[in-house]
């Protein structure tokens, strides 16, 4: 007896023990699995779903982690943005800046806001800057109560309110918006020479990380706001930012709940179109709802923080539950039909469908266990869950379903009818059908179908022009992130687009400086020796401080100045030089950090009073500045640094600088807004930012710093350095932070996964089908199907590039589909080649009609698991999220593409390469 089939008949026999035993002990096993999902069920409320960038992310990507270190040192990490346009006048009207200050104080009442970080005109840290004879002069640009409705009066408040805003360099960007006479955004230093008029006022709120943990209630109460303040016809009330983006694609979701309903009755209709009864359209579905239940338990009790993208498990257990319960219900009745008992048909269906379940399922799990090894927690979690949910299909749909045709069972006359519809169904001619048209000229059909494949995925990938470091330039992996949340129609990215066009920007950065030498304690009880004082020279001076600080462990500011980076003037000198080359980048709009101030500070206070401060006195009062201005200027830029900053810690609240400078002033960060999601375009802001960084590390001031983060996670920032890059492949550029970081990382992830991530899965899949099978042959056949479908996935990602059509490029959220695909789609080629095995030993080894029989049966119910397939990628297609849709985009197209060389081009391949596993010793 050959090796093939010692292992048949090995197979055949642990099948059969196991289909006797499952129907024996079919009431207790139905009534566990009962329990075990009304278990589950109860925690399916404990799901946790979110959209946070930074836990989608492995901590230790140095972008990620400088991110989380900007959010926890200054804020500003979960921005949103309303913008209120006025359409008549300009935005210097009292009713107009009220509504302002109620949309404000609306925004600030909001569960999580940080108040003291908002930004607009009704902020608490935003006042008017000035001076007068006595010095600075700070107050807030509008009163508590509002613009008085007494005309006179509304008209000092509103004058002082224009001249707090425009004369205000720093911040008036951040402020308002100008717009010259046809329409078009006016930059703020263009105010004037355009003849420029204000139009838009900005609302920059921000809250703190546990909004991601009421997104649902929290974005509820921002969509109220909006519809109630947003219908009047007088202005126009625009939103966007983070928090608003992510929490509104978890509450779309929600909303869309129906569009689950209309996919479950899909799939019912075409189970009813298949069987034609009421126990093949409901027990499959009872079958894969025990899983989807089982799964979303498991996610409830584990409490994984999940994300919208989630969605899809549920929908892929659905549609692959379907397609196995399509199989073992098809056989179970066939064989019913024949005359059987139902307990014997419920035993050959499950013997005969088992293996090849198995066998596919296997490889299901081998495609989802692969995203583990990605240090992504979505990635992860379609792994574990996947995984999970796939086992449990073995036991809800190919076992199940037969216990309980069994417990349910049709009497004579059903049966006659069930076999009459079961023969003169429309699948029963595509066994003709195909068989013909593979047995004449017809057979070159699916070689032409993959020839087509292969042409278009080479032509959109690129791959002819690839390098060594980009194998398919035409396939894009950046993201934009919300292209990449949302569908281009949607209102959101209207409205954001829109904002982009009145706002500087719209995506945040930042760069995070920290003094190299950390701050140590002030002395009390042992100060300096008084000597030091004596000692002119502040540079000689400062090196006898270094020493007393090196002995005593602690300093002293009376002699040697006040400690922290952000106390000397050339660390703010080349600050403020980086962000004069930021604002002039073509890809960033404004800038602001804590230098900005100590300019603003320095224009104020070198006017004489009574006189308009000079635009040209904005700078940073360094020494060598003072020097080039006047010669005989011997003043010391840090003293009058130093100076400046009591005067703004006197002068503001408590908590108005933080979002700029820690309060040991050894640590800032600049923050600026990009104006394009372009992948590539941030891409390059993002090489740009760290090229000025590297070719300026070392100037004078940034010699003492060091910017951002070179490794993660956060609280591991013993790897960071500031050494030159001029040797050795090992050093990494500092990354920066805000939602410019978080784009990058994900490119950083898309790069490193693209392409290794799908050969994974495709090495186990060979090795598993190998062993599974005994044959080299079948495990090639099938991994040859898998690449033709792969690589259409890469070319569909390059034509999506092409077009520019971000929700579908392949960036870091749709990778996940490829592996998948590649498990799933297995599944066609199992079921045929097992069925094709059965059929020639039922056949004698007459290939015609054992290929004719496999498709009638097996290949009808592929065509029918399609079917399901689409209809539940409904939800998934017509929601306004851009991931869900594109996820759902790449799976269709690769699990169409499957049925369609499982069908067609499978058999040719078996029938020329004639492996043993099927024809055995015919």
Known sequence: MSDAATNNKSNNTLAERYAAFVVRYRKPLMFLLLIMTVI??????????????????????????????????????????????IKEGDVYQGWFVNKVQEIHEILVSLETSRPSNFIDIAAKKIKFMGADENGLVFKR???????????????????????????????????????????????????????????????????????????????REVRAMMDEHGADDRYELLVAGEPYFLAWMLADLVNKWWLFVISLAIVVAALWFEFRNWRGALFPMLGVGATIILTLGLMGFTAFKL???????????????????????????????????????????????????????????????????????FYKAYA????????????????????????????????????????????????????????????????????????????????????????????????NYSRAAFKEQSITIQQLERLNEIMPGVISVTVPIRGKEPVAETCVDEPFPEELFDIEDMGERLVQCDMYKEKLGCWDPDPCGAQGIFNQADVLADIEAMEEWMRAHEFIGFTGSYAQYIRLVNMLLTAEPGTRPDIKDLYIPTSAKLR????????????????????????????????????????????????????????????????????????????????????????????????LSVEGPDYVRPAVGGFLGATEATREVAVANWLSGPMLTAAAIFVIAALIFRSVTVSVILVVLLFITLYAQYGLGGYFTSVQNWSGNLAFHLQVALSIAMGLGIDYGIYMISRLREEMQATAGDWTKSLENTLNTTGSAVIISVLVLLGCFIPLLNTDLANTWGLGVYISEALLIDVVTA????????????????????
């Open 903 to 922: 069908l067609l081009l499978l058999p040719l391949l078996v029938k020329w390469l004639k492996p043993k596993f099927v024809f055995g010793d015919y």
């Open 628 to 723: 080039s201005l006047d010669p005989d200027d011997d003043r010391s830029g840090d003293d009058i640094v130093q100076l400046f900053n009591g005067l703004l810690e006197t002068m503001t609240d408590d908590g108005d600088m933080d979002s700029f400078v820690t309060r040991d002033w050894n640590d800032g960060v600049i923050m600026g807004f990009v104006n394009t999601m372009d992948p590539k375009e941030t891409h390059k802001v993002t090489m740009d930012i760290q090229q000025y960084i590297e070719d300026h590390k070392n100037d004078p001031g940034f010699s003492k710093v060091n910017f951002g983060l070179r490794a993660g996670p956060v609280e591991d920032l013993s790897s960071d350095t500031n050494e």
């Open 40 to 85: 589950t069920a109860l925690q399916v409320k404990n799901l946790d779903m979110r959209n946070d960038p930074d836990t989608l992310l492995p901590p230790s990507n140095r972008y990620v982690a400088t991110n989380l270190y900007a959010e926890h040192n200054y804020g500003m990490g979960n921005l949103m943005v309303a913008t209120l346009r």
């Open 384 to 479: 574990y869950f996947g995984m999970f949910g796939m086992l449990t299909l073995l036991f809800s749909t190919t076992t199940l379903i037969p216990l309980l045709m069994v417990s349910f069972p049709c009497n004579k006359a059903e049966a006659s009818r069930e076999e009459a519809e079961l023969e003169r169904g429309w699948e029963t001619k595509v066994g003709g059908f195909i068989s013909a048209l593979l047995a004449g000229p017809g057979k070159w059909l699916p070689i032409g179908f993959v020839a087509l494949i292969i042409g278009v995925s080479t032509y959109y990938s690129g791959i002819i022009n690839g390098t060594s470091d980009d194998l398919m330039p035409g396939v894009e992996k950046g993201i």
């Open 141 to 219: 640009l509008i009163p508590t109560e509002g613009i008085s409705s007494d005309p006179a009066t509304a008209k000092e408040q509103l004058a002082f309110l224009k001249e707090g805003i425009e004369t205000n360099p720093v911040m008036g960007p951040m402020l308002v918006g100008f717009e010259d006479a046809d329409g078009n955004k006016c930059e703020f230093e263009d105010r004037y020479t355009k003849n420029c008029i204000a139009k838009s006022l900005y609302i920059i709120g921000d809250y703190t990380d546990d909004v991601k943990e009421i997104y649902l209630p929290w974005v």
């Open 307 to 377: 994300t919208t993208m989630m969605v899809l498990t549920p929908m892929l257990l659905l549609a692959i539950g379907i397609g196995h319960s399509v199989q073992v219900t098809r056989r179970f009745m066939q064989e019913q039909a024949k005359g059987v008992e139902c307990e014997t048909a419920a035993r050959i269906s499950i013997s005969h469908t088992i293996v090849p379940a198995t066998l596919s399922i296997v490889t299901d799990m081998v495609g989802f266990a692969t995203l583990a090894t990605v240090d992504i927690s």
